[in-house]
């Protein structure tokens, strides 16, 4: 009896020592909430070029799976999975202050919800999700490799029309012998198939290749990229420096559609020569 007694006795401590803590535990922690839902502000693709050739506060977060950022991302964005975050918690804290964009492939993700309510847990209050995801950044025709440097003072340029001469596919076909013929994407675009002839000037390259003459002035120049953005970019700015230059009009996309063959690099890199100098600056 005594002893059924002394059981019921450490009993009533234990549920009024829980209740106590629970009690203590209200009064110390803050009552953060977790919305099941939170809906997250959203950025178009113009919006955060300009931020980021503004040279404002502003990362960039891909939180899609490590495959689709080694394949293919926006240059400078930091992959950024869900599991991933938490690992680089510390990093993340040095952010304070700064706007941080996400994407996915599309819209939205579960990946970005997540990342977006634990970013937000954390005191990260500007956190925004780019609209159109990947697919809207690719469909601008801006630079996007996994090593490719971002394009910086022209490449809001991309999202107005600029006034310059275009040459139309059939014009092209029949005058080609009459141009220096320059590819304006990225070298890893460029490795996969370009017009026969021509040479890799990226754009974010163009200066670099004034500055070290590479560019004849004495030759009229035609300009392609994947599917004329870029090209616009590089016509306006050769035209600015004294150069004759003319865009071709839906860039090497619309060139294969024809029914034209892509040309590969040789095996021995011998027709990389332009291309090699820019890659190693």
């Not at 941080?100 to 492939?105: F, G």
């Not at 990260?124 to 440097?149: I, R």
């Not at 001469?165 to 370009?194: C, N, W």
């Not at 332009?274 to 890659?279: A, I, R, T, Y």
């Amino acid at each position: 009896m005594l002893k059924s007694r002394y059981v019921w006795i450490l009993a009533a401590l234990a549920i009024t020592g829980l209740g106590a803590y629970g009690w203590w535990q209200s009064r110390t922690e803050p009552n953060i909430v977790v919305p099941e839902t939170i809906e997250i502000p959203s950025v178009s693709v113009s919006e955060l070029v300009r931020s980021l050739t503004n040279g404002d506060q502003v990362i960039v977060f891909d939180v899609r799976s490590k495959n689709d950022y080694f394949v293919s991302h926006i240059p400078n964005a930091v992959s950024m999975p869900p599991y991933e975050l938490a690992l680089n918690k510390r990093s993340v804290e040095f952010l304070e202050g700064w706007r941080i964009v996400l994407y996915c492939h599309e819209d939205a993700c579960d990946a970005a919800d997540t990342i977006s309510r634990d970013l937000r847990l954390d005191g990260h209050e500007d956190v925004a999700l780019l609209a159109g995801g990947f697919s809207a950044y690719a469909e601008a025709d801006l630079a996007t490799a996994s090593q490719a440097k971002l394009i910086q003072d022209d490449l809001i340029e991309v999202l107005t029309t600029l006034e310059v001469e275009h040459v139309s596919q059939t014009m092209f076909a029949d005058s080609s012998s009459e141009y220096l013929i320059i590819d304006a994407r990225t070298p890893f675009e460029f490795v996969t198939g370009f017009i026969e002839g021509s040479i890799n000037v990226p754009l974010y390259a163009l200066q670099q290749a004034l500055d070290d003459e590479i560019i004849p002035s004495a030759i009229k120049i035609l300009v392609y990229d994947r599917a004329g953005s870029r090209s616009e970019i590089m016509t306006s700015a050769l035209k600015e420096a004294g150069y004759s230059a003319v865009s071709l009009e839906g860039g090497i996309n619309a060139w294969i559609e024809l029914g034209n063959e892509a040309s590969l690099p040789a095996a021995d890199g011998s027709d990389l020569s332009v291309l090699m100098p820019l890659l190693e600056r």
